[in-house]
Nanobody, 119 residues
Framework: QIQVAESGGDWVQPGGSLTLSCAAP????????IYWYRQTPGNRRQLVAA???????YYIDSVKGRFTISKDYAKDTVYLQMDSLKVEDTAVYYC?????????????WGPGTQVTVSS
């Protein structure tokens, strides 16, 4: 069992920056992919960014060039650096830790952290 906890959500003006953290104590980054999702009321969770077990990043088009995902192996933490924030980035951001081993899957979610971008 991995306990996942996000932090760093806050209110920020358009154009500002935030860094979200996803702490997963005891995680083996070499076997898990880490995914950041976001969700707004009435909508499904949307994948925003991901980093694979071999540190390959992925971003959806709307955040490319503005968001950066990274790992801190020493702290068992993944970060999502968000720059040039837009009003449409407002959402609850969730961290998902996932791996598939043969037919078995391990899938863990944090409770989410609120990001609000407004003037």
């Amino acid at each position: 069992q991995i306990q996942v906890a996000e932090s760093g959500g806050d209110w920020v003006q358009p154009g500002g920056s935030l860094t979200l953290s996803c702490a997963a104590p005891g995680i083996d980054f070499s076997t898990y992919g880490i995914y950041w999702y976001r969700q707004t009321p009435g909508n499904r969770r949307q994948l925003v960014a991901a980093i694979t077990r071999v540190d390959s990043p992925y971003y959806i088009d709307s955040v490319k060039g503005r968001f950066t995902i990274s790992k801190d192996y020493a702290k068992d933490t993944v970060y999502l650096q968000m720059d040039s924030l837009k009003v449409e980035d407002t959402a609850v951001y969730y961290c998902n830790v996932h791996r598939a081993l043969g037919s078995a899957e391990d899938d863990y979610w944090g409770p989410g952290t609120q990001v609000t971008v407004s003037s």
